[in-house]
């Protein structure tokens, strides 16, 4: 019989891992691929930071929890971000 790579990776332990890297990796790889494409080439880095930050939120679990998590870290994370930048000045 023969198995598909599909098949392969839904089967076995560490079918939620991979699932999670996968997720991680299209996040990375979306925003690098077409913003430069559109012309938005200084805003590349800074999303895929926010993808992955917003994937690493995302554990698992209702959904419910998964889109409140997701939530903050997208509000949240750049508010902190920009309260950083401004902090610097003075420290």
């Known amino acids: ?3 598909s790579l599909t098949e392969w990776l839904n089967r ?4 939620i891992a991979l699932s999670t890297a996968w997720r991680g990796t299209i996040a ?11 012309g938005l080439r200084e805003l590349a880095y800074p999303a895929v930071l926010g993808a992955l930050a917003t994937s ?9 929890s998964r889109l409140v998590a997701m939530l903050i870290q997208a509000l949240g994370g750049p508010c902190l971000l ?4 401004v902090a610097v000045g003075s420290w």
Not at 28 to 38: D, E, I, N, S, V
Not at 56 to 64: A, H, L
Not at 82 to 85: C, R, S, V
Request: hydrophobic letters at 45%; aromatic letters at 6%.
């Open 82 to 85: 920009l309260l950083g930048t």
């Open 28 to 38: 990375a790889a979306t925003p690098l691929a077409l913003l430069p494409h559109l």
């Open 12 to 15: 076995g332990p560490n079918r």
């Open 1 to 3: 019989m023969r198995w």
């Open 56 to 64: 690493m939120v995302d554990v698992g679990g209702p959904y419910r």
